[in-house]
C-alpha cells in the first residue's frame, strides 16, 4: 500500500510542479589542468609573464603595470615530452561549431589557434585556444564539435620576435562575443589598405570576459547558472546612448536587450548600451525620444570612476577639461558595434 502511495505522489508531483527548464551542462576546463577551482593554487594554472608572478596570466589589465589588457588567460602546461615540449591535449569547453582555424602560426602572435563557437541562454558566444603546439586533424571551419573533443595541443607558437619559452608554454583561452559580423568592410573603411589577415575573427572584433570567473561561476552555481545573467553581472564601466534602433548586435543578441515599458507603448528611437570594465557590451535598453538624453548619434551618458580607475588600461572614456568624453578607443568601440 505505501508504495502505491509513494507512486501515486510521485505521479502528482510530476504532474503538478512546473518543471525546471532544461539545464544547460556544464561547461568542461580546457584542459587536465584543474588548479583553477583549487584556492592558493593558483600558481599552478596561470603562468605570468616573463619574470612576473601568476597574476600577470589572468585576465584583464593586468599587463604593463596594469596599461594592457590580457584578453584571455594563459594555462600552465602539466604534461611534458623528453625534449620538455608541452604535450596537454586541449578540449572543447562546450558544445560547438569549429568557426576558424588559423594554422598558419606565423601569421598571428596567437600562433596556432582554433575559434569554436557555442550558443548558451540564447547567447552566441565563442571560445578561443591560442599558441597550440599543432591543430587536430579534422579541426576545420564547419565541424562539429562535442564538448572535451580534442581540438589539439598545447603548445608556445607565436609570431612575435621574443616567442614563448618552453618553461612558459601555454593555453590562452578566451571567451567572448563578436562585435560586429560585417568586421572586414568595417576595418577596410577604417584603415584602407591596412592588412586583415583573420575577416572577422581579428582579435578587434571579440569582446570578452574573463574565462576564470566564468569557468568558476558555473563551477560554483551549477545548473542556475546563466550566461546572461553572468555578462551581465559584470562592472559596468560607462553607458552609452545611440541613436540607432536596428544593428547586428542589437539582433543578434537579443537576450541581452532589457525591457523598457514606455519604449513597448512608444516607438523605439536609440538604445542605452552598457559596457563592461573591458568595453564588453553587457546590456541594451531601448529609449523612446522623449527619454534620450542628446540629439548627437552618439553620447555618453555616464562613467562609473572606480571602475575606470581600477580597469584603466582599455582607455574607452577620458576625461577632458572636468568632463568625461569617449576616447577614440570608445568611439572606435561604439561605431562598430552599430557599423
Ligand atoms: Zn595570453
Known sequence: ?????????????????????????????????????????????????????????TFGCVRTDGWQLHEGIDIR?????KKGEPIDPVRAIADGVVLYVNGKAGLSNYGNYVILGHERDGVEYCSLYAHLREVGEGI????????GDQLGVLGRTSNTRSGISKERAHLHLEVALFLNKRFPEWYA?????????????????????????????????????NLVKFIQSQPELCRVQVRETDFGFLRRYRALVEKNPLAEQSPTAGYEIVFSHVGTPMKLIPRTAAELKSKARV???SVNEAVQREHRCRKLVTQKNGRWELATAGQNLVDLLVY
Open 140 to 147: 576545420r571551419s564547419g565541424a562539429r564539435i562535442r564538448k
Open 1 to 57: 500500500m505505501s508504495n502505491l502511495f509513494r507512486t501515486l505522489g510521485r505521479i502528482f508531483a510530476a504532474v503538478l510542479l512546473p518543471l525546471p527548464a532544461a539545464a544547460e551542462p556544464p561547461l568542461q576546463l580546457p584542459t587536465a589542468n584543474t588548479n583553477i577551482y583549487a584556492p592558493g593554487a593558483e600558481d599552478h594554472y596561470y603562468v605570468g609573464t616573463v619574470g612576473r608572478p601568476w597574476m600577470s596570466g
Open 299 to 301: 553620447h555618453l551618458l
Open 189 to 225: 573603411k577604417r584603415i584602407p589598405g591596412a592588412r586583415n589577415d583573420h575577416g572577422m575573427f581579428n582579435g578587434q572584433n571579440l569582446a570578452g570576459f574573463d574565462p576564470t570567473e566564468l569557468l568558476r561561476s558555473q563551477q560554483r552555481q551549477g545548473a542556475p547558472f
Open 77 to 81: 602546461a602539466e604534461q611534458r615530452d
